[in-house]
């Protein structure tokens, strides 16, 4: 069996459902209620940032009074137990992973901080942003939801596809499959000679580029998962 010294993980919004926090694509999810284009694109904060700071407000209020699962605890444990290294990425701009106690590299953003258009400052959010809320830095009216819209570049690239790269296990977690460049990381990992396991209650639309997959809810799966892991040390 293959030696395992590095694992990376990539977490999506299925590891935070049985948190009561809602998916993206499942029936009912966030993109059935809202249009992408009214709420997470740049063009549609120009046109209407009242209503793109509306969505992420109720978004950041949901999530503060979320707590993390066992899944995201399971992962903290691996984590903090694992005698190699455990790289989490994640999509996810909740902090629940956070909250259980993991460090995350969130390459999509964060509810609770705010960035500003103009120069690039970040902050802690205030629980409610509004329009015409100024930069602690340079002061202008530019603040926004450090949140990665459509058509733009993901956070912490070269440091996630480094870790991708020479990982010897990838594990994609509660995860479509439908988004990029997060989507090919399973290639990526496979071409450099990682195993690959998804975690998901169903096949995903990346699931042919899996060589293991378990189905079931990621608060069931994670920790059998996790156990396996750490037993086979
Ligand atoms: N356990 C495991 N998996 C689950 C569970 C659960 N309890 N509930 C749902 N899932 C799975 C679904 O089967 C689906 O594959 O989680 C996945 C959720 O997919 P999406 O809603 O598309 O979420 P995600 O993959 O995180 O979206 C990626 O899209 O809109 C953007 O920026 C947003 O980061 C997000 C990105």
Known sequence: MRRIDQIVILTGAGISAESGL????DEGGLWAQHKIEDVATPEAFLRNPDLVHRFYNARRAQAAKAQPNAAHKAIARL??????TVVLVTQN?????????????????????ALCAACEHRWDAPMTMAVGDTCPACASSTARPDIVWFGEMPYHMEEIVEAVQTCDLFAAIGTSGQVYPAAGFVEE?????AATVELNL????????????????????VPRWVDQILNGQ
């Open 22 to 25: 809602g998916t993206f694509r």
């Open 202 to 221: 169903r096949d995903s639309d990346m699931s042919h580029a899996f060589e293991e997959h378990i189905t079931g809810p990621a608060s069931d799966t």
């Open 189 to 193: 990992a496979r071409m450099a000679g």
């Open 79 to 84: 984590q903090a137990t694992f005698s190699g």
């Open 93 to 113: 701009v909740d902090g629940l992973h956070e909250k259980a106690g993991s460090p995350a590299i969130h390459m999509h953003g964060e509810l609770s901080c």
